[in-house]
């Protein structure tokens, strides 16, 4: 891995604690993240004390060329809405560019929806889930942390 900056230091704390303060998240879902804003819960129904971005996740996939990945009946007649709808996807286009943290660990189309995230805006994404920290080049490269970083 290439040298981390104090920058990217800065930014890899804030996603692990906001992931260290999401609470217990309702009935299994996954909860996201930033530290000190607001927080998405994975679903397409509104839920209070949460945003539902989902719509503007599928809208913003087309944009930057993402293919969110089908998910058959999970997607309940729309194709790509039950990876659409996942926490940190929809915290990324509510808090563009803020570090997440994430309740569940990160499935395989969010990390490749991450990559895309980062090459598209030339802009580092990290993101903290329960097991591991990890930072989206822009350049397409995945950094992984398997242990916390602290001040």
Known sequence: MDEINSEQVAAIISAQSAR?????????KTIAGVEGGPRTLSGWKQEPGYLQTTERVMSYCEEIGYQLR???PL???VPGRYNASHAEKQLSVAE???PIGV????????QEYFQALASY??????VA???VTRIFH??????????ELSI
């Open 20 to 28: 260290a303060n999401l609470g217990s998240p309702p009935r299994n």
């Open 70 to 72: 089908p998910a058959g």
């Open 75 to 77: 997607d309940k007649g």
């Open 96 to 98: 563009p560019h803020k």
């Open 103 to 110: 309740s569940s660990e990160m499935c395989l189309d969010c």
């Open 121 to 126: 805006t030339g802009r580092y994404q990290i």
């Open 129 to 131: 889930d329960p097991k």
């Open 138 to 147: 822009p350049d397409g490269a995945v950094s992984v942390l398997q242990t």
